[in-house]
């Protein structure tokens, strides 16, 4: 009878320690977005999402703040705000959103790179590291880069200008032999007044004191960590009348164009 018990409880344990293993097991990466970029683009400026809610959907992600104050970014499911005087904040689970991307970001394939001159030759070399690029990918360069360019936008006010009106007022920072973080996303061309199509990527550097929206850089060294997402939701913020007012219909892909259009 005592052998039968021993049986029957190690049996037991097992079942209980498959389970807790499944438990653990890491979610698939997921994208959470916050509204969509013509909204962003229309002028809607005002968050609809907290800070802690971010935390809760992903580790990785870029956006922006509430009234348009400054670039976001997360890393490590740390949430850093580069202002338009190129000061970098940590700001309160309470701070808004209007626009952002999150994902847990799990990566799917890591690859150590060297020397990239330029933004350019980035496009053109990632690609090949890609196993499906018909769904959207983020990634996490974290390395030391020659040259950095990023840029902040300046805090709004209503009314709220449309972005392409209101990027033409942007700080533009140039940093030299820096180690950092570089996150973001590469979208396909479908997702067009969804997300941005192409790169989409912000900086922070080591320290967390400098950082902003990529528009330029070349790599020394670093590692480069890639995750395909087959997961994506949208949230828009309810009870909004500028949404319910705002043309989506509207094709704002010049507009897009020209506020992207700042990179070398």
């Not at 870029?62 to 970098?88: A, N, P």
């Not at 300046?154 to 972005?163: F, G, I, N, S, V």
């Not at 990529?214 to 395909?228: H, M």
């Not at 994506?232 to 219909?249: C, E, G, T, Y």
Request: charged residues 25%; glycine residues 8%.
């Amino acid at each position: 009878m005592k052998k039968h018990f021993s049986v029957f409880s190690l049996f037991t344990m097992m079942i209980c320690c498959a389970v807790l293993l499944c438990g653990c097991r890491t979610a698939e990466p997921r994208i959470t977005q916050v509204a969509i970029i013509d909204t962003l683009l229309g002028g809607m400026y005002d968050g609809s999402a907290t800070v802690k809610q971010l935390k809760s959907w992903g580790t990785l992600g870029i956006g922006t703040m509430h009234q348009l104050d400054g670039e976001m970014l997360m890393v490590d499911r740390v949430v850093y705000q580069v202002k338009f005087d190129g000061s970098v904040n940590r700001p309160r689970n309470s701070a808004t959103i209007p626009f952002a991307t999150v994902v847990n970001f799990v990566p799917t394939k890591r690859v150590q790179l060297g020397a990239i001159k330029s933004f350019k030759d980035f496009e053109k070399l990632i690609p090949q590291h890609i196993t499906n690029r018909n769904v959207p990918v983020a990634v996490r360069f974290t390395g030391t880069f020659s040259y950095m360019h990023t840029r902040s936008v300046e805090q709004q006010k209503k009314p709220y200008r449309p972005l392409v009106e209101a990027a033409k007022n942007q700080a533009e920072f140039k940093f030299n032999n820096i180690t950092g973080d570089m996150v973001g996303f590469l979208f396909p061309k479908y997702v067009k007044g969804m997300n941005v199509p192409g790169w989409h990527l912000h900086f922070v550097d080591k320290g967390r004191r400098c950082g902003g929206h990529v528009l330029d850089f070349s790599t020394l060294n670093g590692k480069l960590e890639i995750c395909e997402i087959y997961d994506f939701r949208a949230i828009f913020p309810a009870k909004s009348d500028h949404l319910a007012q705002l043309d989506l219909n509207k094709d704002r892909g010049q507009e897009l164009k020209k506020v992207e259009s700042s990179r070398e």
